[in-house]
């Protein structure tokens, strides 16, 4: 941010310092704005405090040059965001018995309130249903504050887009959609992050822009099931759908390259397209039959690797029962730490059911956030040649696949990394 774009240095709140709060709060703090980040984990702001980032995107001196500069904290207080000019909000959105649980969103909303200010602007980034902003955070805004917004102060919505561990597409170079529920909001919504990123793209409404998010991440959704599911048809078969995919990338339009996989994980799959399915249910009395299908086959698809591990073993006279199984990553995504809602963690879960004795190699989760029943070790020649099977669930770079080859006896691989003799891919 500098006073360039028409906007001098001002105090903003980033309310969640997780992995889409806090790339926002160090990037806002590097373009000279004073910066409080708020979140409710003690040992994380405990963490952050001390120069200790968990996020891909943050690196630890990144972090404390942030903190060195004085122009960011982070705080468990929300009386430390008092006088705020801008405040964003990126707290979890999650699934509770199906539905849609707002109460981060409601509680961060009900503890900023009392805070909003004439002239102030507050931005929900976290994903959910559209009408939320106008439906849920402005009325408890607007009671908390005792102003209107649109009129008194400034209320908008931006979904968020952090892809972590994406190295091309960062937080400052990919396009911002940007909404308000007022011409003025909206104004003063895209001045902010006009200062953070490249480019902003204005929407019409938050409705507008809270639907956009869930639509991007549901176009991912059903076409991952889409090769996940012919994966489980192409190998009775006798088809690679590796080889089909990359023979049908080759086309130059109407086509783009999805991948299959153990299943998905994050927040974004698993969560957002549900969110919409929810609403259309709810407001519109229809099923979303496209979400609906896309999460029966890719919640299932954790299963049927078990399911090809097991048939795997068996093919060489070995019960899952009692086998030594080493499953290469927690993660749910590649070359990074989160494990939220990860596929892989379900494989490793399953196969353990059925009574394997499952060890994992996981360099990136920090060690508090893996599973307590799940021992990690370090990857070896000595546990590779141990093993009755080896699962790459997580392709990280930093696994050596040439080892993997060369030491292990039979590997599945779930990611298209490895091609020896003893190596069966989804």
Avoid at 27 to 34: D, K, M, T, W
Avoid at 132 to 159: C, K, Q
Wanted: proline content about 5%; some cysteine.
């Amino acid at each position: 941010m500098s006073s360039e774009a028409g906007i001098s240095a001002r105090k903003v709140v980033v309310v969640g310092q997780g992995y889409v709060g806090l790339p926002l709060a160090v990037r806002v703090a590097e373009a000279g704005h004073r910066v409080v980040g708020v979140d409710v984990d003690e040992l994380r702001v405990k963490r952050l405090s001390s120069g200790e980032s968990f996020a891909e995107d943050v690196t630890s001196e990144r972090l404390l040059r942030a903190l060195n500069s004085g122009r960011y904290s982070v705080s468990t207080d929300y009386s430390d965001v008092a006088d705020f000019d801008v405040c964003v909000i990126t707290v979890p959105t999650p699934l509770k018995e199906g539905a849609p649980d707002l109460s981060y969103v409601e509680s961060a909303v009900q503890a900023i309130g009392g805070h909003v200010r004439p002239g102030a602007t507050v931005i929900l980034e976290s994903t959910t249903y559209p009408c939320t902003t106008e439906h849920v955070v402005r009325p408890i805004l607007e009671a908390g504050s005792g102003l209107r917004a649109g009129e008194d102060f400034h209320l908008g919505y931006s979904p968020e887009r952090i892809d972590p561990g994406n190295r091309t597409w960062r937080l400052e170079n990919t396009p911002k959609v940007v909404s308000g529920v007022s011409e003025e909001s909206l104004r003063h919504v895209a001045d902010f992050y006009e200062c953070v990123v490249e480019r902003t793209v204005a929407v019409s409404s938050p409705r507008t822009a809270e639907l956009t998010k869930l639509l991007e991440n549901t176009f991912r959704h059903v076409n991952i099931a889409l090769v996940n599911e012919l994966a489980m048809f192409c190998k009775p078969l006798g088809i690679d759908i590796w080889e089909v995919i990359d023979a049908a990338s080759t086309k130059p339009f109407g086509f783009m390259r999805f991948l299959p996989g153990p299943g998905v994980g994050g927040h974004c799959l698993p969560i957002d397209p549900s969110y919409l399915s929810w609403q259309v249910k709810q407001a519109l009395r229809h099923d979303f039959r496209f979400v609906s299908l896309a999460n029966d086959i890719n919640s299932h698809m954790p299963d049927h690797v078990v399911l090809r591990v097991a048939r795997g073993l068996n093919a060489r006279r070995k019960p899952v029962n009692g086998s030594h199984v080493l499953v290469l990553g927690l993660a749910y995504k590649r070359n990074t730490g989160d494990i939220r809602e990860s596929p892989s963690v379900a494989v490793a879960e399953g196969l353990r059911q059925l009574g394997a004795h499952v060890l994992a190699v996981e360099p990136h989760v920090e060690a508090s956030r893996l599973p307590a029943d799940i021992l990690c070790v370090e990857l070896t020649e000595e546990q590779l040649a141990a093993a009755d099977a080896v699962v790459i669930a997580t392709d990280h770079d930093v696994f050596d696949y040439a080892l993997v080859e060369n030491a292990a006896d039979y590997v599945f691989d779930a990611c298209n990394r490895c091609r020896g003799a003893g190596v069966e891919r989804l």
